[in-house]
């Protein structure tokens, strides 16, 4: 029996749901090893276990600070566990504990949000590539969600490819009760996430205010809460006095599945990923998915997803256009959309990782 850690610090946030599910799928397939989860205090109760062998710690440190680096390296040495997973990079630099390490991508260091203050975010972005060449070098292991992520972490630094395993990440479609959402459009492309710059949203608007040439009443619904990325985006539609383009904020759960499983098509133009789950999630769903070619999305989507390239306006509208005309196209997609999702599963996922765990507490 061993003790291990996992760092939860995210697991309130997009890249959470790959703590979360982790958690949740570990605890029914380990009941032997004991668990302690780390999360800030607002998280307490995020999730909860069902399970003896694994408790709820509060670790209350920011990611990128001065008391991630010493009241966390403290913190884990009081609690001294056989083995640390740390879900993000992010981590003291100092602990030498056996640990394993998930680089989800290289967002943080590839691309800058401009609606965060630019010394800041740019400070930032120089600390995190000096802890994750650290991190990459020390851990005695290393998880990415793709081969696409295991290559940009090879190209960042020379590493022993040995030490770094792919386990995809998978997705779970909504079976719940729809509750219908009301929109003043009957056709509309739909977006879900986020909307910081690499997202690429201003693009994918141009793109649709081109497309309306063609289909007029075609509407472009963006689903996410309305952070500062959102609002700029809102406000550069509106300045260009773009048409047809609606924000719905935070929408409970049954009202997304109703927008899911009546839009016309799902368009993800994001710049960089390092899985892809938005996709995943709309093609469980059934609706045909409209992707970036770029980073790992033709590695995730496969032949499940119609591409085009993101930087360019007229090839987003230009693929939009072809799918939208073309009925049998768009079942295609729907069910290469159904079959792609059946390779990833989260069970897999947790026991790929404990394995991972294993090995390492061996050596």
């Known amino acids: ?21 982790l958690l949740t799928y570990l605890q029914e397939i380990d009941h032997t090893n004991v668990y302690s989860v780390l999360v800030r205090a607002k998280d307490e109760n995020f999730w909860k276990p069902t399970a003896h062998n694994f408790m709820i710690k509060i670790a209350e440190f920011d990611n990128y600070s001065i008391a991630e680096q010493t009241g966390f390296y403290r913190f884990l040495k009081k609690l001294n566990p056989d083995l640390v997973h740390f ?11 056996k640990k394993v390490t998930t680089f989800h991508d290289f967002t943080l260091i590839k691309t800058y949000n401009s609606d965060k203050n630019w010394f800041v975010f740019h400070a930032k972005q120089q600390i995190g590539k000096s802890v994750f060449k650290k991190v990459a070098t020390e851990s005695n292991h290393i998880i990415t969600p793709s081969k696409f992520t295991k290559e940009e972490l090879l190209n960042f630094i020379a590493i022993d490819e040995e030490k770094i395993t792919v386990i995809y990440e998978s997705t779970d479609v ?8 009301k929109l003043p459009y009957k056709k509309y492309l739909l977006y879900v996430g986020q909307q910081s710059d690499y997202k690429n949203i201003k693009r994918l608007g141009d793109a649709h205010q081109k497309i309306l040439q063609m289909y007029p009443d075609l509407a472009l619904v963006l689903v996410g809460k309305k952070n500062a990325s959102a609002l700029a985006n809102e406000a550069y539609f509106a300045k260009n006095e773009y ?3 609606l924000f ?6 049954a009202q997304l599945n109703w927008l899911y499983t009546h839009a016309t098509a799902y368009v993800f133009p994001s710049l960089m990923e390092g899985f892809g789950l938005p996709g995943l999630e709309a093609m469980g769903h059934g609706i045909p998915v409209i992707s970036s070619n770029a980073t790992c999305l033709p590695e995730i989507y496969g032949k499940a997803a119609y591409y085009f390239e993101p930087t360019n306006t007229d090839d987003i509208a230009r693929a939009i256009i072809e799918v939208l005309g073309n009925e049998k ?5 729907s069910i290469n959309g159904y079959q792609q999702i059946k390779k990833y599963s989260w069970k897999k996922m947790a026991e790929q990782t404990l394995k991972i765990y294993e090995n390492v507490l061996k050596s």
């Open 1 to 21: 029996m061993a003790h291990i850690a996992i760092d939860a610090r995210i697991i309130n946030s997009t890249t959470g749901r790959y703590v979360e599910r």
């Open 174 to 181: 909504q079976q719940g009760a729809s509750k219908t959402y």
């Open 248 to 253: 719905t904020d935070f929408v409970e759960d």
């Open 243 to 245: 048409k047809n383009i």
């Open 329 to 333: 196209l768009r079942q295609k997609l």
């Open 87 to 97: 879900a993000m990079p992010q981590q003291p630099v100092l602990f030498k504990g």
